[in-house]
Structure formats: C-alpha cells, structure tokens
C-alpha cells in the first residue's frame, strides 16, 4: 500500500484548500488525515471508512473541514474551508487496512501506512 498526499500550500485566513490523498491497494478499511505542527504532538483531524463512508471528525476542525472519498478514483479528500492559522501544520494521510474501532481510528498507532505529508500553511 502506498499514499500520496498532495495540495498543501500558503492560504490567508479565511481562505481554503483541498487535499487528496490516492491509496494505491485494493485491500483498505479507513483513510485518515492527521497533522502536526511545529514542536507539537501530531494530532487527529479526520477519517473515513471505505466502505459504507462513515466520517469521524475532531473537535477542533468539525464544521469547517469535510473529508470524502472518491473509491473510483482511489482517493480520499479533505476540503478546508475557514482556514486559520492555527490550521498550519504537515498534513498527513494514513491508511489501515485492518477492522479499528470507531475510536481508534482517532488514533494514529491504528495506521500501517502513510504518506509523505504536505505543508498547509495559514496567514493572519
């Protein structure tokens, strides 16, 4: 299995972005983004379950980021809307191909493979 993360970029606040992440494997249970900013815990921010389309959200981005996927196309998308600068972080895409709970997925010990990142990066 491998993910290609892509879209990053500078954004003003207020402003948005769309990331794509493409899985390459026909064997996945959920795709997820996580982020980590400077000198900080990398942290969840959404996941989606292949099948069925299940979403999962943290709190601190509920409402302002929407993650989908396209099973044609592979690909799995985070659309950012009201971005802000606290938002600046490497985003990270992560696959399981493995049943997790639904808490679990918020977790990034869950995921076997990963993608290279990509820079988000919001100014006031």
């Known amino acids: 299995v491998q993910l290609q993360a892509s879209g990053g970029g500078l954004v003003q606040a207020g402003g948005s972005l769309r990331l794509s992440c493409e899985v390459s494997?026909?064997?996945?249970?959920?795709t997820a983004w996580f982020r980590q900013a400077p000198g900080k815990e990398r942290e969840f921010v959404a996941a989606?379950?292949?099948?069925?389309?299940?979403?999962f959200y943290s709190d601190s981005i509920k409402g302002r980021f929407t993650i989908s996927r396209d099973n044609a196309q592979n690909t799995v998308y985070l659309q950012m809307n009201s971005l802000k600068p606290e938002d600046t972080a490497v985003y990270y895409c992560?696959?399981?191909?493995?049943?997790?709970?639904?808490?679990?997925?918020?977790?990034?010990?869950?995921?076997?493979?990963w993608g290279q990142g990509t820079q988000v990066t919001v100014s006031s």
């Open positions: 992560a696959t399981t191909q493995l049943p997790r709970t639904n808490y679990g997925l918020k977790s990034g010990s869950q995921y076997g493979y």
């Open positions: 494997g026909r064997t996945r249970y959920a």
């Open positions: 989606i379950k292949w099948s069925g389309g299940s979403t």
